[in-house]
Nanobody, 126 residues
Framework: QEQLVESGGGLVQPGGSLRLSCAAS????????VAWFRQAPGKEREGVSC????????YYTDSVKGRFTASRDNAKNTVYLQMDYLKPEDTAVYYC???????????????????WGKGTLVTVSS
């Protein structure tokens, strides 16, 4: 069965760090770009970051630039989102999603995603 599974969420204090993982099973991630989305309580889901399949180009929404870093390990069929200097406003359920993209580049356009994970909760609070 083809699926994405997120892990690594939890409770962290402001200024702290977490690393989210997005592991694929049933298909190979190396020809897929992977995007991260988040949905805070009472808000619409937003695109946070993405990483391409072939050239490791990345995108970050303005609110996380300089604090979040996307990376991938194709040997482990896993993509990561390193989140540093976390703020209370980063509290949300984080989802990873994948879209086919062997030619490079990535996007955070929800209808364009081929696979979705079920999400992992990140809570930033003192």
């Amino acid at each position: 069965q083809e699926q994405l599974v997120e892990s690594g969420g939890g409770l962290v204090q402001p200024g702290g760090s977490l690393r989210l993982s997005c592991a694929a099973s049933g298909f190979s991630l190396d020809v897929y770009a992977v995007a991260w989305f988040r949905q805070a309580p009472g808000k619409e889901r937003e695109g946070v970051s993405c990483i391409s399949s072939s050239d490791d180009s990345t995108y970050y929404t303005d609110s996380v630039k300089g604090r979040f870093t996307a990376s991938r390990d194709n040997a482990k069929n896993t993509v990561y989102l390193q989140m540093d200097y976390l703020k209370p406003e980063d509290t949300a359920v984080y989802y990873c999603a994948a879209h086919f993209g062997s030619s490079g580049g990535c996007y955070v356009y929800e209808p364009g995603m081929d696979y979705w994970g079920k999400g992992t909760l990140v809570t930033v609070s003192s």
